[in-house]
């Protein structure tokens, strides 16, 4: 399953999965922020969905959902 990507002014969150164990599943968001400066090293921080999932597709599904809470808290 591929990672996507969400964009709101500076900032990129990338949703995607990792299996934590056996048939269980986690969704993760990395968020970064771009400044713009390719020689600035870009922020990023790490978040995981709360919950595990049975199938990948339910985790990829939480992780989107949570890429779309954080971006959508974001003050630009």
Same mark, same amino acid.
């Given at each position: 399953m591929e990672d996507i990507t969400y964009t709101k002014g500076i900032y990129t969150a990338t949703a995607s999965i990792r299996e934590v164990k056996f048939d269980t599943w986690q969704g993760v968001v990395s968020l970064s922020r771009d400044e713009g400066d390719a020689l600035a090293d870009q922020e990023t921080t790490?978040?995981?969905v709360?919950? !595990?999932s049975s !199938?990948?597709?339910e985790a990829f599904e939480e992780a989107k959902a949570l890429a779309?809470?954080?971006l959508g808290k =974001?003050? =630009?």
């Open positions: 790490v978040h995981e709360d919950a !595990t !199938t990948p597709e779309h809470r954080i =974001l003050e =630009l």
